[in-house]
């Protein structure tokens, strides 16, 4: 196991630092689920791990669901273009300088102030989702969410107006008891009532892509 400090550490190589090439290299880290702690594995394989806007991919697991993570080119339009400023500048600016992931940001006149790392990890909550994604398929090019990456409707992600960007997080279904994890790369869903906005791979394997809408539980799983 691995103590947070490498994991924190760890993770901040992957985001920042230089290019690094990894090949199929195992990482173990803990992870929680609600009260319970979890071990479970990251697996980093052949890939491009950069801090630089439009490069670099990076694939790796969580309790059995893999993540391809690829950063945007910064042309590419905000899936949520209703983000007016991210810590006082454009949301392009402020993915550019990597001051998105606790950063206040203001959408439609009203400000919004993310959670603490601390506050993450204990967050749980029950709620309304909903899922986005199916317009940017009817659109020219890729999508960019709000922290830089490039947006897979297919994929496992989701949006929340809270929590810090990147996070990982558990949503089940209330209703049908179907349980995945998902990257928190985005932010919304600015709609009252609902609290994540799923992507429609993750909908699907929830169940209520065809609802559009479902009771879920979220539960962070790994924070910072």
């Given amino acids: 196991m691995i103590d947070r400090k490498l994991r924190e550490l760890f993770w901040l190589i992957i ?43 990076l694939v790796y697991a969580i309790g059995g669901f893999t993540f391809k993570v690829v950063m945007a080119p910064l042309s590419w339009p905000l899936t949520n273009e209703e983000i007016e400023t991210v810590d006082g500048l454009s949301p392009k600016e402020a993915i550019r300088q990597g001051r998105v992931k606790r950063s206040p940001y203001v959408v439609k006149g ?51 107006k809270y929590l ?15 349980s995945i994890i998902v990257r928190v790369n985005d932010r919304g869903p ?15 394997r929830l169940g209520f892509y065809n609802r559009g809408t479902a009771r879920v539980l979220v539960e962070t799983v790994e924070a910072g």
């Fill in 110 to 160: 009203k400000r919004y102030v993310p959670m603490s790392l601390s506050e993450a990890r204990t967050y749980r909550e029950k709620g309304m989702a909903s899922w986005y994604g199916d317009e940017t398929r009817r659109q020219k090019g890729g999508h960019m969410t709000a922290n830089g990456e490039a947006f897979d409707p297919n994929g496992l992600s989701a949006a929340h």
């Fill in 190 to 204: 600015f709609v009252e009532g609902r609290i994540i906005d799923l992507s429609e791979g993750a909908a699907r």
């Fill in 15 to 57: 985001m920042l630092a230089s290019p690094f090439i990894f090949s199929c290299s195992i990482i173990s880290v803990p992870y929680k689920v609600a009260k319970g702690t979890v071990t479970t594995t990251y697996k980093v394989t052949k890939g491009v791990a950069e801090g630089v806007v439009g490069t670099g991919k």
């Fill in 164 to 178: 810090p960007l990147p996070v990982h997080v558990r949503v089940t279904n209330l209703e049908n008891r179907r």
